[in-house]
């Protein structure tokens, strides 16, 4: 059998920003840290507070009236960091059988977008996969029954499922012209789960999330045998 094992080009590069904007304040900020926060500051639309012992250390436009950022995101952020560190590579393994079938192994990587998948199939190829009889994927690295609090029902990408392996973070992104399906990205094939998916909705251009585990997991091996064709 041979195992290949692909590292995510992901380095956490929203956690980082989040953490040093964080931690301007302090004797702790890394040297890019002011580089960030000016860029941050610059933006034409966006107010920032920050407190420290309830005094103002970072101010910006901070008495606008604006709807309020996804602050959850740097809560996670920052348990994550101390957790993984910043050097942390998010992988995901590849086994080719004697049977010439692909067993796949997620690791949580949440950044296997289409192009992420481009550079996989392409790296299976350089170590010598010329022929897959068939896919098998794995993702039980995460409890198949992982309840994410305060995720809905609701159809938006932002309540997709989090599964262990995820194509484009378990979302789809289709066309339907009046009973014809097809892919909205260029760099995204269209898949049978794609098709399904976006016979659902009306005329129009929808990107909706594959609801269940099993769908989101098996819609990544059906992209990726898209992308090895």
């Known amino acids: 059998m041979m195992q290949h094992r692909i590292s995510s080009s992901l380095f956490l590069g929203a956690l980082l920003t989040l953490g040093l904007i964080l931690t301007t304040g302090s004797d702790s ?31 910006r436009h901070p008495d606008w009236a604006m709807v309020p950022a996804s602050t959850m995101k740097i809560l996670t952020a920052l348990p994550a960091i101390d957790s993984f560190g910043l050097d942390h590579r998010f992988h995901t393994d590849f086994y080719l059988g004697n049977d010439d079938r692909l067993r ?10 289409s192009e992420e998948l481009d ?9 010598g996969v010329r022929k897959i009889a068939g896919i098998g994927t794995d993702d039980s690295y995460f409890d198949p029954n992982l309840a994410i609090s305060g995720r809905s029902s609701s159809d938006n990408p932002y309540d997709a499922p989090v599964t262990g392996l ?64």
């Open 29 to 59: 900020a890394s040297a890019g840290s002011g580089d960030t926060l000016s860029r941050a500051l610059k933006l034409p639309k966006a107010s920032l507070l920050v407190t420290e012992r309830g005094r103002p250390v970072i101010s």
């Open 104 to 113: 796949i192994n997620g690791y949580g990587d949440p950044y296997l977008v």
């Open 119 to 127: 550079l996989i199939a392409g790296a299976l190829k350089a170590r």
């Open 166 to 229: 995820a194509a484009n973070f378990n979302t789809v992104n289709v066309i339907n012209k009046g009973g014809e399906i097809r892919s909205a990205e260029t760099q995204t094939p269209l898949t049978p789960m794609a098709r399904r998916f976006g016979q659902r909705f009306g005329v129009g251009t929808h990107r909706v999330n594959l609801e269940q585990r099993e769908k989101a997991v098996r819609y990544f091996g059906e992209l990726l045998n898209a992308k090895l064709e």
